[in-house]
Nanobody, 124 residues
Framework: QVQLVESGGSSVQAGGSLRLSCAASGYTGLFNCIGWFRQVSGKEREGVAA????????YYADSVKGRFTISRDNAKNTVYLQMDSLKPEDTAMYYCAAKPWGGNWYVSAAYNYWGQGTQVTVSS
């Protein structure tokens, strides 16, 4: 079993920055990828970024490339999402999730462990 706990969500003004954290516990050997997703009420969950175990390959949605950075601290079993130059359209509930081998990083159905989410609100 794997537990994921997000933190770091807050309200900021456009142009500001936030860093989200995703702390993993339990049998972390069950997954090889941690992804960040976001969801606005009434819309589908959107893949934002992902980082893979091993080589640490990273992937980003086009909408956040150049503004968001995903990283990990293996000693702390924590994945971070540094969000810079935030825009009002980044407002959403942000979730981290873990998936085993297989499946595309941006497909939420490929992930079988999810955190409870942390709210990010960006005002103009």
């Amino acid at each position: 079993q794997v537990q994921l706990v997000e933190s770091g969500g807050s309200s900021v003004q456009a142009g500001g920055s936030l860093r989200l954290s995703c702390a993993a516990s339990g049998y972390t050997g069950l997954f090889n990828c941690i992804g960040w997703f976001r969801q606005v009420s009434g819309k589908e969950r959107e893949g934002v970024a992902a980082i893979y175990a091993g080589g640490g390959s990273t992937y980003y949605a086009d909408s956040v490339k150049g503004r968001f950075t995903i990283s990990r601290d293996n000693a702390k079993n924590t994945v971070y999402l540094q969000m810079d130059s935030l825009k009002p359209e980044d407002t959403a509930m942000y979730y981290c999730a873990a998936k085993p081998w297989g499946g595309n990083w941006y497909v939420s159905a490929a992930y079988n462990y999810w955190g409870q989410g942390t709210q990010v609100t960006v005002s103009s």
